[in-house]
């Protein structure tokens, strides 16, 4: 019994210890070593240039866009754009990406050491051409019905205050008829 009592709590340690660590295997370069240059609107390019030692010397690094429409990193579109460039000798790389002329929102991006798997991921956000109509001031357009919201409380204290009554209603039913049994 003491054994299989062992046996478990050793492979619960390595349960515990080992999985975290399969986590952070993937190297991971931060935000604030990554410099991001250009202008981020509509047909604007941007810049992104990644510094020494975030990948291996010549590595192949893999870029990718994803975002609203479309972003040629190079000829191609597509939802999801990827590329292929090579690492300098020092393990710097750097892209270039051209946003598309009706680019919106957020694009989300990456660069991937094939090799070493170090991951750099970074955000550019392109604000809107326009506010669209029935837009607060610094806020989203409206897109649909605006359902008041003194209707919606007054729907739901009516309800509260029907469920409580037909509680007092069962309640009463129930006094009333064991007093005449």
């Known amino acids: 019994m ?8 050793v492979v619960a340690f390595l349960a515990i210890f080992s999985v975290p660590a399969a986590a952070l295997a993937a190297g ?4 604030s070593a990554i410099t991001i240059s ?4 509509p047909g604007g390019t ?3 240039t ?3 030692n975030s990948f291996l010397p010549g590595e192949v690094v893999q870029f990718a866009v994803t975002g609203v429409g479309s972003s040629p990193l190079a000829v191609f579109k597509a939802a999801t754009v990827t590329l292929n460039k090579t690492a300098t000798p020092v393990g710097a790389a750097g892209v270039t990406v051209t946003l598309p002329s009706n680019a919106s929102g957020t694009y989300n ?3 991937t050491g094939l090799t070493s798997g170090n ?7 392109v604000p809107s051409s326009s506010s669209g109509a029935g837009a607060e001031a610094g806020g989203l357009p409206s897109t649909g019905y605006q359902f008041p919201t003194v209707l919606l409380w007054s729907a739901a204290g009516a309800l509260l205050i029907g469920i409580a009554l037909l509680v007092v209603l069962v309640m009463a039913r129930r006094r009333h008829a064991t007093h005449n049994s």
């Open 46 to 48: 941007v810049t992104v």
């Open 28 to 31: 991971y370069v931060p935000d």
């Open 119 to 125: 991951i750099v991921t970074w955000v550019i956000v």
């Open 38 to 41: 250009g202008t981020a609107a």
């Open 109 to 111: 991006a990456s660069a």
């Open 2 to 9: 003491l054994k299989k009592v062992l046996a478990a709590l």
């Open 50 to 52: 990644i510094p020494a």
